[in-house]
């Protein structure tokens, strides 16, 4: 029984959006099911009582004074842009016919 | 003439602070030697002379006056890996997805590097997005071993490394998220180190998996990648996870270490790393290099961290997940590739359809794997119980540095792997950082230094030292220690100027040996 079927790597490409073709999904599937596999391994010493680690350096907060500093300017911000109009990003469409 | 790509970065930077050669003319003879063997090392991605020779001009026109170096690498030039943003220069983290983009701004170790008066040569290349183990993820081809063209110079610094042990940089930058500059520092016989997380800013360090990620030293010895060090590093406001703390004095104890006493030293060998699994040339090499530190005078003990090998599960669905966030940044809109803006698409379709052509298979697969292990319903099992592991792994450190100064382990179970070998096999070639990986889910400092010559191969071996967060001294001290009392590995590197390369591997066992 495989960890991870075809329908589930596609469903994850979409929520990723990643518009994955026919071929990757067969390729992924084996390739993230065989992954996973190994992987899983983490479960066999994750017991209830252990604290989990999310960063190496226990964090605070970290504040500094609210204080204006030099940023990008409009032009700088644009400038990687792959398409700018009237001094702002352009996007295309964000909402369908229906909506 | 002494051919000035063969010197060390501190002999450089003593010959050009003494007004004996100056940085223009180093800086020359490295970009020399870049256009004479980078068509076929293919280290770099953007060469930028001009860049570099401004800042060299700098330097000899900041010495003429009398005025103190900027740094002790003033005028010393360097390579710096493509994931570290450039203001002016092109930075693509060797991604389709960031062909052309320059950067508005520099990155904090840039920034650092301009003000030490370090010319910077060009870009090196790497796996896409840091996302590799052989450099053969680039989405601008790959980048070969100076060692032996077939085979592969590490990953993801596989760039970084490559331009250092090719003689076209003395100095170069890496990234460390599981192993990107010590496996390639092993790989390439040449010194990596990954410093104590937080200890180099990451601001400006296009991000991979933020809580793992950390910029650090390349050179071809001890004593370079510590004055290396000690210019990147350093508190930033601008990294809200960088740490507020002296920087360790890692020049000092590279020059301690240099005297070559070990003695009070108390050096563990890692049990989990080694045997099954691991190159018998690769484990000789590592036994006799925990003779010689033994024959330095340091205390030798063999050290149990058993759950070191949960490191790299555990690792391979921390990084995805990180990276799976990390990566949502890229959506085609304000930045980097966009494709299909025809007014047929919508933005979604958009940006689907850009990410799909922008990336290349190992980043896709890994968005996916973090995408499906931080899914709920499968949070718990995967992602929390990594984020389980990354604590016992942590455990195992703190007891290990109560019994001992340093850890010890071969810094990847091969020598170089052949172009090609791995790159169908995805846990093949994340095996390459079994050995790495624990050392960034703790945060530790840690590095690799070359050991010698591979006895079945006649390819370099690393052996990796690790040390407590915060102690990246002890790295240095007993690095340097060992790298003098080895023979230089990087004097039997082919000569690339005659005719290309010379196949590696043609050294009998006894020369091997030497």
């Known amino acids: 029984m495989p960890k991870i079927s075809r329908d589930e790597v596609a469903h994850l490409a979409k929520l990723a959006r990643l518009a994955v073709t026919e071929h ?18 983490v479960s066999e010493v994750a017991a209830e009582d252990i604290p989990p680690t999310s960063h190496a350096v226990p964090l605070t907060n970290v504040f500094r004074e609210d204080v204006v500093r030099p940023g990008l300017t409009q032009q700088q911000a644009l400038a990687g842009a792959p398409a700018a109009e009237e001094g ?12 | 003439m002494t051919d000035l790509t063969k010197l060390t970065a501190a002999e450089l930077a003593g010959k050009i602070h003494a007004r004996e050669v100056s940085s223009v003319e180093v800086t020359q003879a490295h970009l020399d030697r870049i256009a004479e063997v980078d068509s076929f090392v293919h280290a770099f991605l953007h060469v930028d002379a001009d860049g570099a020779l401004a800042a060299a001009r700098a330097v000899d026109d900041a010495v003429g006056r009398g005025d103190a170096p900027a740094s002790a690498i003033a005028g010393v030039p360097l390579a710096l890996k493509d994931v570290l943003t450039t203001k002016g220069i ?16 520099d990155a904090t170790v840039t920034r650092k590097l301009r003000e030490a008066g370090v010319p910077i040569l060009g870009k090196t290349n790497m796996d896409e997005f840091a996302m590799g183990s052989s450099t053969e993820n680039s989405a601008f081809g790959v980048t070969r071993n100076p060692w032996d063209d077939t085979r592969i110079p590490g990953g993801s610094g596989g760039g970084s490394a490559a331009s250092i042990a090719a003689f076209e940089a003395p100095l170069a930058i890496g990234t460390d998220t599981g192993g990107s500059i010590r496996q390639p520092g092993a790989v390439t016989g040449t010194v990596g180190v990954k410093p104590t997380y937080g200890g180099v800013s990451r601001y400006g360090l296009v991000a991979f998996s933020s809580s793992l990620d950390q910029a650090g030293p390349c050179a071809r010895t001890v004593l370079d990648a510590a004055l290396l060090h000690e210019v990147i590093a350093g508190h930033d406001r601008m990294d809200s996870t960088s740490i507020d703390a002296p920087v360790p004095a890692v020049v000092a104890a590279a020059r301690e270490g240099l005297r070559g006493d070990l003695t009070g030293m108390k050096v563990g060998v890692v049990k989990e790393f080694g045997g099954d699994g691991y190159q018998p040339g690769v484990q000789r090499s590592f036994e006799a290099a925990v003779a010689q530190l033994r024959a330095l005078g340091a205390e030798v003990v063999e050290v149990s961290c058993p759950n070191f090998t949960y490191a790299l599960p555990a690792y391979y669905l921390i990084a995805p997940s990180e990276c799976s966030s990390n990566l949502a940044r890229f959506d085609a809109m304000r930045y980097g590739l966009r494709v299909s803006d025809d007014g047929a698409h919508s933005a979604e379709e958009v940006m689907s359809l850009t990410r799909e052509e922008g990336f290349g298979a190992e980043v ?7 995408t499906y292990a931080l899914s ?24 290990a540095f109560e019994k001992v100064d340093v850890l010890v382990s071969p810094t ?39 050991s010698g010559l591979s006895d079945e191969d006649g390819l370099p071996v690393g052996l990796q030292i690790m040390a407590p967060a915060l102690a990246d001294d002890r790295l240095y ?15 039997r590197v082919p000569d690339l100027t005659r005719g290309g390369f010379v196949p590696a591997g043609a050294l009998s066992p006894a020369e091997a040996a030497k």
């Open chain 2, 477 to 491: 001290r007993v690095g340097a220690a060992f790298e003098a009392a080895r023979e230089p590995v990087l004097d």
């Open chain 2, 90 to 105: 092109p930075t693509t983290c060797g991604s389709r997805t960031l062909e052309g983009w320059i950067p508005p701004y």
């Open chain 2, 376 to 399: 709920s319903g499968y949070y718990d099992a995967y992602y929390g119980s990594a984020q389980k592991v990354r604590t016992l792994i942590r455990r195992d450190f703190d007891a």
């Open chain 1, 88 to 99: 702002r990003f352009r996007v295309p469409r964000i909402l369908g016919e229906e909506q």
């Open chain 2, 412 to 450: 990847t179970p091969t020598t170089a792997f052949k172009i090609g070998e791995r790159v169908d096999d995805p846990m093949a070639m994340y095996l390459a950082d079994l050995c790495t990986i624990p050392a960034n889910l703790a945060g530790n400092a840690a590095m690799s230094v070359p």
């Open chain 1, 24 to 41: 990757e999904l067969d390729v992924f599937a084996g390739q993230l099911d065989h992954i996973l596999d190994a992987v899983a391994k």
């Open chain 2, 364 to 370: 896709k697969r890994r968005i996916m794997l973090g």
